[in-house]
């Protein structure tokens, strides 16, 4: 995922950008080895995401491209390397143990800095792998108590992205926009549908053919923030509500772990509430 440096660039549209970007790093010495672009027609943005070698000098690639671009541009460029991770649980493991799992045999991409949890649960399983994880209970907190005390902790770390591997507690809008578009969540059901707590309840008692999970970016409105993907698998009519919740904790790991891709690539841009994926 790291081998190639990237430039990620979102800008009002208007001809010539291709050819301008081109030939700023054809100037500077690059080879562009992948590039795919975007026009969303209807706000008329251009989305671009570039790979490209060679030695970077990302300030003055930026001044370069920032006097190309139109003045809305933001220019994001990213030396090749593996991003840092922490993540956020309750109590139950399964997309945790998936994590741990990728990461300990090196197919997760990222550095796991730490796991902090509001309960003590997955404690003794997190450091069998030798990760440090941070008990942080919410009992006895107010929520602003609560929070503060997690961010005291992520500042040891300072982590590109937090990931809420089942972190069962609602974030304020306060803590969403201090790491804005990097809090990343998995939601155990095809959102839109049965947002909010116990979705497979929600699910079993409708009697629904399908269930699904879905990974999507945190914003300040429960369970609606962009979606980064999301998997369906079928149920059938004589399932118990406990196949139902195993068969979710399966397809959870999975978009999990897709979702996440996506994001330690660079791939996902961020448009309004929706997303644009550059696969």
């Known amino acids: 995922m790291e081998k190639n440096h990237v430039i990620r660039i979102k800008c009002r549209d208007r001809k010539g950008l291709i050819a301008g970007i081109s030939g700023v790093l054809y100037n500077y010495n690059h080879n562009i080895l992948v590039m795919k672009e975007f026009v969303e027609t ?41 991003k840092d991770i922490v993540i956020l649980v309750t109590k139950e493991h399964h997309c945790l143990s998936d994590l741990l799992v990728r990461h300990y045999f090196n197919e997760l991409h990222a550095n796991i800095l730490a796991v902090i949890g509001n309960y003590n649960t997955l404690h003794p399983f997190t450091e069998k792998f030798g990760i440090p994880y941070h ?20 500042e040891q770390y300072k982590p590109d992205y937090l990931i809420l591997a089942k972190f069962m507690r609602i974030l304020s809008p306060e803590f969403v926009s201090k790491y804005q578009e990097r809090i990343i969540n998995i ?17 079993f008692e409708r009697g ?43 397809i959870e790991k999975a978009v999990l772990a897709d979702g996440l891709k996506m994001i330690l690539e660079d791939r996902v841009f961020v448009s309004g509430n929706k997303t644009i994926i550059f696969n």
């Open 135 to 154: 008990y942080i209970s919410h009992e006895h907190l107010d929520q602003p108590g609560f929070e503060t005390a997690i961010i005291q902790q992520l």
């Open 208 to 250: 629904v053919k399908l269930i699904g999970a879905t990974a999507h970016i945190v914003n300040n409105d429960l369970d609606e923030g962009p979606i980064i993907t999301q998997k369906i698998i079928p149920v059938q009519h004589d399932d118990e509500l406990r196949d139902m919740i195993e068969a979710g904790h399966e």
């Open 42 to 82: 209807t706000s008329e943005t251009f989305f671009a995401r570039l790979e490209v070698s060679g030695e970077l000098d990302t300030h003055k690639i930026e001044a370069a491209l920032a006097t190309l671009l139109p003045g809305d541009a933001t220019i994001n460029i990213i030396p090749k390397r593996k």
């Open 187 to 203: 939601h155990h059901s095809f959102l839109p549908a049965f947002k909010g707590a116990n979705p497979y309840k929600k699910a």
